[in-house]
């Protein structure tokens, strides 16, 4: 199951991913919100963190305008390993390298076309494991420290 969630000025682009993700058979929760009345990211970046935190999830997609305000809330969510993506290069190294559970998009910065580039790129890498496992588990320890 994927968690996703923006806030208005990522829910078009929010709309086309479902739209994609079911023509691929995927399974997603949406976290709202659901409409284009004005709305605010944290609300949205936090649930979706907490649904993957959790476990109630496996990955999390959030959009908001520029991808950053979602991305930043996702990721004070501990256990939240978000990344703000804009090529699919990014997307794929975050998977392997960073293990990232949620991706963030910008929805007034990327195109459509690409946006779906980027998810299919980030659902279909996996995590390369080794030594970017021990950096991790660094990651974790910082959010011990808080
Ligand atoms: C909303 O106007 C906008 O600030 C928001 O979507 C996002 O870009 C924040 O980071």
């Given at each position: 199951m994927l968690a996703i969630g923006s806030d208005h000025g990522g829910y078009a682009l929010k709309q086309a991913v479902m739209k994609h993700l079911s023509e691929r058979g995927i399974e997603y929760r949406d976290f709202g919100t659901?409409?284009?009345e004005s709305c605010d990211y944290p609300d949205f970046g936090e649930a979706v963190g907490r649904a993957v935190a959790s476990g109630e999830c496996e990955r999390g997609i959030v959009i908001c305008g520029t991808g950053i305000g979602i991305s930043i809330a996702a990721n004070k969510v501990r256990g939240v390993r978000c990344a703000l993506c804009g090529d699919c290069f990014s997307a794929e190294m975050t998977r392997r390298?960073?293990?990232?559970n949620v991706l963030a998009m910008g929805a007034r910065v990327l195109g459509e076309g690409l946006a779906l580039k980027i998810v299919d790129t980030f659902l279909d890498t996996g995590f390369d494991g080794g030594r970017h496992a021990r950096r991790i588990a660094k990651l974790a320890e910082i959010e011990q420290r808080g």
């Open positions: 659901y409409s284009e390298h960073n293990d990232a």
